[in-house]
Structure formats: C-alpha cells, structure tokens
C-alpha cells in the first residue's frame, strides 16, 4: 500500500537553529515528494517537490528538503529557524495507483520555533 | 490562496440536514479535489474530478456527493449531515501541467450539532 509517515506530531525548536521535520513513505514505483505548509486558518501551501533528479531540494522561505531513497525518506530542513515558520507541515507522496494526479497526505507535524 | 474561493467559509448545521460546499476557481484547471482535514489524520480525499461530469471516489467517500457542471464549481454536498462530518473542508485543483502540484482553497469549517 502506498502511504506517508510524519512520526513526529510536534517539533519544538529555538529561533536561530537548524530544523528537521521527518518525513517516509512507501510508495510503487518512482515517488514524487511534496512538503506544504499550513498557517493558521489559511489553507495549504506549496513549499517543494522531488521528482527526480538532485536529492537536495531547494524550496520557498529557505526550506530544503533532502530525499534518500535507502531509507525511504524525504525530510524537511531549514538552517536557522524563525518565529514565523511555526506553522503545520504536510509531507505528500504521489498516489501512483491511479491517474488524475492525487497526492496522499501524512498526518502533519506542528514545528513550534521559540524566540 | 488566489485564484479558488470557498463558501462558506464557516457553517454550524443539525444533524440530518443536508450541506452543500461550493468550490469555484478561476485558474481554468482541469482537476478538482475535495479532501477533509481532522486532527491526527491530515488530509484525506473525499472526491475528485477529472473534467466537466468526470468524478471519482477518494478515501473517504461514504455520505458525500458532488457535482462539477462547470469547469469552474466544484460542489461537496452532505446528503444528511452527521457529526463525524465536523471537519475543516478544503478544495484545491490542479492544472496537470505540472503533475501533482496541487494548490488549495482557504477552507470551510463546518459543525454538525
């Protein structure tokens, strides 16, 4: 089955430090990797995709995501991390099962950047 | 959030009561989504549209219908409203042009009494 795990529901971080939200899937075939960001009360945004090519993504406000694929992975990371990132973060996996080009959205993970 | 609107954006209702959710976008896109967001589940597919009358099922179909008679509406009824419907409702769509690169509405919140 094709799925997407976020396995922290919360990632707390000081203003000024890098920052990771994790990020796996399972998937057949090629994966196609999104992150998008929600803040509160808006609807999701897109942040960065992997389709192929480079393993390191490079994305709106100075996220990077770093895909891995022995590990199944596709994680989100930002340098030095502000106030303002805090927000809700969604990783998605294309479904390739079908057509019409649906994702499949993990549970999401609240980053909480302190000052 | 530019270019899809939802209506309303916020809607309390008793349980029974029928809802319908309007989508409408001015991006001209062919694909259409519904999904619902609950704490601890993300985001998952109600139904989607694939063109003008062409819709499918997604994940979690049970009690909801739409309809799409226009490139631009996309409506999500609630054909008798239950509380396990509360829920935040988003629309988004996408052109195909850049494969699965969806972009989302602002959402409607609904309470079901």
């Known amino acids: 089955a094709q799925s997407v795990a976020q396995p922290e529901d919360q990632v707390n971080v000081a203003e000024g430090n890098p920052l990771t939200v994790k990020c796996t899937y399972s998937v057949s075939g090629n994966p196609y990797l999104f992150w998008y960001v929600q803040y509160p009360n808006r609807g999701l945004q897109f942040l960065l995709k992997y389709i192929t090519g480079d393993n390191l993504v490079k994305g709106s406000y100075g996220f990077e995501a770093e895909f891995n694929k022995s590990q199944t992975s596709f994680h989100l990371k930002k340098p030095s991390a502000l106030v303002s990132d805090s927000a809700l973060y969604f990783c998605a996996v294309r479904d390739a099962l079908g057509s019409s080009y649906k994702l499949i959205f993990g549970s999401g993970t609240r980053l909480l950047v302190r000052p | 959030d530019a270019g899809i609107t939802q209506s309303p954006r916020h809607k309390v209702t008793e349980t029974g009561t029928p809802v319908t959710l309007r989508c409408h976008q001015t991006?001209?896109?062919?694909?259409m989504y519904w999904y619902r967001q609950d704490p601890g589940h993300g985001l998952r597919l109600i139904h989607y549209s694939y063109g003008v009358k062409d819709t499918d099922k997604g994940e979690v179909s049970d009690g909801y219908s739409v309809s799409r008679s226009k490139t631009e509406d996309f409506l999500l009824t609630l054909e008798s409203a239950t509380s396990s419907q509360t829920s935040v409702y988003f629309c988004?769509?996408?052109?195909?042009?850049?494969?699965?690169?969806?972009?989302f509405g602002p959402g409607t919140r609904l309470t079901v009494t």
């Open positions: 988004a769509i996408s052109d195909g042009q850049v494969p699965y690169e969806q972009y």
């Open positions: 991006e001209n896109h062919r694909y």
